[in-house]
Every structure is written in C-alpha cells, then in structure tokens.
C-alpha cells in the first residue's frame, strides 16, 4: 500500500542548520520505514535530492522560497496531507503538520531580520490555528509556543532531536590547520559553536577566556565568524575563530575537546549538545529553557548570565579525570533518549492518524526559583492579613518568603505573629516602601514578585511566573492578568474576590503580550534584572504610575517585560485607606509629566493618561460615583496644571494638597525590621 503523504523539501534549496539537519535527519529515518513507501518529498526545480529507498522526490513549480511555499507547494500537495519539519508551511493547506522548533524569533528579536521577524509573527500564529497538528522538539519549546500562539501545551506533540547521525561521522583533522593547538599533545581546549544571533551568548566565552588561560585552557569557535569579524572586538591570545568545518572535523574537535560550552540564553532544542555527548565529549550548558531538559543529569549547568559559574564548571573538568569520564559516561546514556528512528515513527503516526502519540521523552521538573513576595501597606491591617494568609495558604508554589512593608508593625495586623512573614517597616508611600522591601531581599532571592495589599492572587500565580522565567531566560518582568478589578467601581468584597479566583478554570486561551507595562497590583521581576533600579519615591503617597515608572527604568536598560495570563487574580480595589482626591488629582497631572521628562513614559502616552484623567473627571462632576471624589480630584488636576504654568510642577507637591486619610511622609519612623 502506498503511503499519502508528502513533505515540504523547501530545507533542500536551504542552508544547512540546526532546523534543515532536523529535517534531512527525519526524512532520513521516514525513508527507512516500509509504510512511508510512496510518499513524496516535494521542492522547487533545480533540487538536490538525496537518493531514496521508499520515498520519491518530485520537482515542481516556477519559483522558490516564501513564493513556492505559499503558492505552487499547496497544489502540488493537494489531496494529500504534507509535512512540514522547517518553522514554515503554506497558509492555505489546512491538511497539514507543521513542526515549530522554537519560539526565538519572537523571544529574542534582535537576532533576525525584521523581514523575517515579519513573516514569522504574522504567518505562525494562522498555521499554528489552521494545521492539524502541531509538532515541536522539546516539552520547554512546547512551554513557550503555548504562550505565544495560544495553544494548550498538551496540544502540540514533542519529537526531539535524534543523535544516531553524529556515531556515523569519522574524525578527520586533516583540514584543520597544522598550528592550531586541539590535539593530544597540545593543552585543553573548550569547544564552542558559534553563530551571528546574539541570543547564542557566544560572547560571554570571549569574555571569559583571560580567566581560562590562567588555568591553561584555550577556547576554539566553529561555526559563523560574524561575531569574530567585529572590527572592535578584539579577541584574547587563546581564542582560536575555525569559520564553519564539515562533520567529520567537528567530530575530531569533539573527540578531543576538554568540554562543549553551549552558553545560549534560550534554544528550542540545542542539536550540538546531544552530538557531543553522543561522541563522548562533557558538555557545560546553560541552565535555562530547553537545555536542562536535553541534558537531564549529564552535564553541568552554569547561568548564562553569570561568567564566573562557566569559569568554575570549566576548571573542575580540567582537574578532575573522574569528572570527565564520568560525564562522558551519562552523556552517552542520556542521548539514546533522542533518537531519529522514533521521531520518524512519530511523524508516521500523526500523518496516518493527527492524534497526540505518547511523550518520547520525560518531562523535566521546571527550575525552582527562589521567590520572595512583597506586599506593600498602610493603616488596613483588616485587609493585608486576609490577602497574605490567603497567599500563603493557596499558593501551589511557596515563595521561599513573604515580606509585608509597612509604616509600623499595627499596619500588619496579627501577620506580626506569623513566622512565614517577615515584617519590614518604614516611611509611608508605596514606592518608598517597595524600595524598603528590597533592601530586605535575602541574598539567595531570584524572583521578587510586587502584590498590592488587596490583590487576591491565583494559587497558580507563583508557579506560571516561575515556570515563564525558567523557559525563557531573555524575560525579565511579568505582569498578570486581572480577572475583576474593584478600583474601576466601589469595590470587590474578599469572599467576592476568592469565588472568582477559584471560578476560573483556566480554560481561556493562554496569550503571552509582549512588550507590556506593568500592573503595579501584580508584578514579579528577576532580582539581577532590577540591579540598582528603584520605584522612584518623588511618586508620593498612592504612587500614581509608580508601575509604569518602574518598568520605564528596565526597558532603558534592555528588559524585556511581558504579560502572561498564567498568572492572574482579581485586585478587590478596596477603598479605606487611599490617598484624598484631591492629592491623587494632582498626581493624575503631575506624575505623567514627572515620567515624560525622566524618559520613562512617552510625551504621547503621558498626555493621553492626562487628558483622559481630567475629561473623565470634569464628565462626572455633576453627577460623581459615591466612591470618587471627583470634585477634589478636578481641584487637583487644576492645581497641577496651574503649577504646569508657574513652573511649580513637581509630584512630591501632592503632599500640599488638602487633608488625607494617611499621615506626611514627613513624618513617618525612620526605616527599621520588624518583628518576623
């Protein structure tokens, strides 16, 4: 019986990379199979086709590239359900299954093309809608499609990468040149693979390499010289660039190598650490997204943030023998879980029946994150325990602790006597307390996350932002999702609250936006990300856009700030307790401007938040809402703007406006713990 399939030979006419070698491998292993008799692997004219056992090859079409794909490839397959092993497929074949290796293009931009970047943002989001299947090569990749083209992670089938290819290589230095120091006599070497997309981390190896020839080590690049052509860089003595080198040499290089270093900061899959360790050679890898699952216990992991963690790891390979063997050892155990044969029988499978087959390979636990909580408050000690003891005792991952800022000890109610939570108290405003919190970070803190006193969080909040900072290393903020929020209205009751919080099912599509502001009632951040970064406490008292501040100081610097509807909670707004409209008036007005000028807030964003702050507020003079002062918030839009005009404008002047229900920051306690 001949098989009815046909597959996507675009990778032919392609370079050859990580995605083409998944492909040739996997079209390999299918022509292997007794039932892919008869199917076709289907490319533009003038293709190169290997020679086939089982398969056919039909050349067809006027044109190639996105064209072809696009437009000659889905006629050329009509009647027949295609597969597609390389990112891409034509739109308008809905029969089809489409392998998406990773989600780089989206996660880490700066390494593509804003063509490409183009294509890809608008094409994989209608394929991942439209395909019959979804395919990807690890479960971390399978993680971060979910997120970006709202699919559920059980909907996309996981066929890894294979090793059997690099067993058949033959080491041969004879095209390496005579002088270059990788062999027996010579002193070790670390391997590394490098490319031109930053998010390959290559860098940090060049970085580190005076560390490394202290120690004795040279470091040898393969791949793309891109980097290494850079007219500014220059590259330490021990640093020896190959440009690209065939198979046969990298198994050489391989063989002979005292460690592969793969320092990348995010990979769908991570094909170079499977070969090395199927050629016996130690591996040091990143920590993050897939590498951890590809690895499993055999190799060492380093941050790819952190260069003295690759010193460290390199340095006890070079002194230790049982080290090395030992790793070598695990590595050629671990990638007999990765094989071509039985991602080929997967593929054979979906192609006969487009359902979700077993899981080839074992789920990795995600990285444990040492999380601390915040919670910032002030004179409503009935509202901030409930809301804590309501964290704590929901949260499906604890926080390694929970820290409750406050003006003093009172403000926490009986959280005093609670020994999960470490009271922390200070001068009054929500960023000035923030910032007392952060000085009271443990050192061992990965992950600080900000919750308004009357945030009611998902048990699932800690865990989803945990599991988005582990996928992927390139985030560096998150802000959640608000299923209800009682500032708009007159309030959310907490027994209101918990009901729609354990009412969602989670079954809406899951999105991840990007790039996203922060919502200051729910927030978490890398602690390496904020650095020296601060909540800026000239946002007096309530701290109206002190959020929006915040993540304008990281975006300066680089950060990528996302929001994730895996976490998520309802904000009760609760109204005791809030600075006078008046005072929030002013700031309504002051504030953007404060940011405009800092840098932190577009001028045209600014003046939108201030034009709708004042029409909404002139609009319900007459007839206000019972729990708005728009009459002291208009008064105080109109202080502003009088104070815009005699160039008095200042947001700390919010302390000048009438009376408050929340004493002058003037004259809170100097900042001090308390009781734990």
Not at 134 to 140: G, L, M
Not at 431 to 440: D, I, V, W
Not at 545 to 557: I, K, N, S, V, Y
Not at 611 to 636: C, H, Q, T, W
Request: glycine letters at 8%; hydrophobic letters at 40%.
């Amino acid at each position: 019986m001949s098989a009815s399939f046909a597959v996507n030979g675009r990778y032919l006419t392609q370079s050859i990379s990580g995605v083409q070698r998944y492909a040739r491998n996997i079209v390999r292993a299918l022509d292997q199979i007794p039932e892919s008799e008869g199917a076709t692997v289907i490319s533009p004219h003038g293709t190169s086709h290997p020679a086939y056992e089982r398969l056919q090859a039909l050349q067809t079409g006027l044109s190639t590239g996105y064209v072809w794909e696009q437009g000659e490839l889905p006629i050329a397959a009509r009647g027949r359900r295609l597969l597609n092993l390389c990112n891409m497929a034509p739109i308008l074949k809905n029969e089809q299954i489409v392998c998406i290796h990773d989600t780089n293009v989206l996660s880490s931009p700066g390494s593509y093309t804003r063509g490409f970047r183009t294509v890809y943002r608008c094409l994989q989001p209608l394929l991942a809608r439209r395909a019959v299947q979804i395919a990807t090569v690890s479960h971390a990749s399978a993680q971060e499609l979910a997120r970006y083209l709202a699919l559920s992670p059980d909907e996309i089938v996981v066929l890894p990468n294979g090793h059997e290819h690099a067993l058949s290589w033959k080491p041969d230095p004879a095209a390496l040149p005579a002088e270059l120091p990788v062999h027996p006599q010579d002193r070790p070497f670390v391997l590394a693979i490098n490319a031109t997309a930053p998010h390959k981390n290559i860098r940090l190896l060049i970085d580190i390499a005076p560390r490394l020839e202290e120690l004795g080590i040279n470091v040898v690049i393969i791949g793309s010289d891109h980097i290494i052509r850079q007219p500014k860089l220059a590259l330490p003595g021990n640093v020896y660039p190959l440009g690209r080198v065939s198979d046969d040499v990298l198994a050489y290089l391989l063989d002979q190598a005292l460690c592969l270093a793969f320092p990348s900061f995010t990979e769908g899959f991570g094909l170079p650490l499977v070969e090395a360790m199927a050629r016996g050679c130690p591996v040091v890898s990143s920590d993050c997204a897939s590498m951890p699952e590809i690895c499993g216990n055999a190799a060492l992991l380093a941050s790819p943030f952190d260069p003295a963690q690759w010193v460290d790891r390199i340095s006890a390979l070079k002194a230790s023998d049982h080290l090395r063997i030992e790793l070598a050892g695990r590595g050629r155990e671990q990638c007999r879980n990765f094989s071509w044969q039985k991602s080929a029988m997967g593929y054979l499978e979906l192609l006969q029946n487009p359902i979700r087959p077993r899981r080839l390979v074992p789920r990795s636990k995600p990285e444990q994150f040492q999380i601390t909580a915040v919670f910032a408050t002030l004179r409503r000690p009935d509202v901030v325990q409930r809301t804590v003891k309501h964290f704590l005792s929901s949260q499906r991952l604890s926080p390694k602790s929970v820290i409750v800022s406050c003006a003093t000890a009172e403000d926490a109610g009986d959280l005093v006597h609670n020994k999960a939570v470490k009271i922390v108290t200070g001068p009054i405003g929500l960023a000035t307390q923030r910032n007392t919190a952060l000085r009271h970070l443990g050192p061992e803190t990965d992950i600080v996350a900000f919750f308004d006193d009357d945030f009611v969080a998902h048990p699932d909040w800690l865990a989803e932002a945990a599991k988005l900072f582990c996928d992927d290393s390139q985030v560096d903020g998150v802000t959640g999702v608000v299923l209800a929020d009682g500032i708009k209205g007159p309030g959310i009751p907490f027994e209101e609250a918990e009901r729609i919080v354990e009412a969602d099912s989670g079954s809406a599509d899951r999105q991840l936006c990007q790039p996203f502001s922060p919502y200051g009632c729910n927030m978490a951040f890398r602690v390496t990300s904020i650095g020296d970064a601060r909540f800026d406490e000239k946002l007096v008292l309530y701290g109206w856009l002190e959020d929006r501040d915040f993540g304008g100081q990281l975006a300066m610097r680089g950060a990528r700030l996302v929001k994730w509807s895996g976490c998520k909670g309802v904000h009760m707004g609760v109204k005791s307790g809030r600075t006078s409209g008046e005072r929030l008036g002013y700031s309504q007005v002051a504030n953007p401007v404060h940011l405009m000028r800092k840098g932190t807030m577009a001028p045209h964003l600014a003046i939108g938040q201030m034009g709708r702050n004042i029409a909404s507020n002139m609009g319900r003079f007459i007839a206000p809402e019972p729990y708005v002062d728009r009459k002291g918030r208009l008064k105080g839009n109109l202080l502003a703007l009088r104070d815009a005009i005699t160039g008095k404008l200042a947001p700390e002047r919010a302390l000048l406006m009438g009376d408050s229900k929340v004493p002058m920051a003037a004259k809170a306690k100097p900042a001090q713990v308390g009781r734990t």
